[in-house]
């Protein structure tokens, strides 16, 4: 049986769509019940504050070409690596035996470290386990 690579790879990605909205005024959106302690207090002379509000609107499938996919995963890899290096020092009496990350690939191929309360909510993300050799 012989597998052939694909040229592409199909990524899946949400789509968000964004709206400004300043602080104090009316939208046409219904978004519910809210559950607040207590309305916010306004600093007197202080203007309304814009805020900017990022709604999920839909998936879309994007192809991304391979080896595009495969550089970025490589200087990624080779960027860990460098930095799990610095946090294990040979000399040290703690040995760091194991590390986890979360890592996402977007639309256009581009690799990124999934942070605590990111936005992506890891749900599509890669879980990359570095383990240590023995020896």
């Known amino acids: 049986m012989t597998s052939t690579v694909p040229e592409k790879i199909g990524i899946i990605t949400a789509t968000v769509e964004e709206k400004a909205n300043r602080d104090g005024t009316r939208g046409s959106d219904d978004t519910g019940g809210t559950l607040r302690e207590g309305k916010r207090q ?3 002379g202080k203007e309304d504050e ?5 709604e999920v609107a839909g998936l ?3 192809e991304v070409e391979l080896e595009k996919v495969k550089r970025e995963m490589k200087g990624f890899i080779a ?4 930095i799990l290096d610095e946090a ?3 000399n040290s009496k703690m040995r760091l035996e194991e590390v986890e990350l979360s890592v996402e690939v977007n639309g256009e191929g581009k690799v990124s470290l ?3 309360g990111g936005k992506a909510g890891g749900k599509g993300a890669m879980t990359l386990k570095f ?3 023995d020896g």
């Open 42 to 44: 306004k600093a007197k």
């Open 50 to 54: 814009e805020t900017t509000l990022t």
């Open 60 to 62: 879309k499938r994007t």
């Open 79 to 82: 960027a860990m690596r460098e």
């Open 88 to 90: 294990d020092p040979p």
């Open 114 to 116: 999934l942070g605590i």
């Open 131 to 133: 383990k240590r050799k």
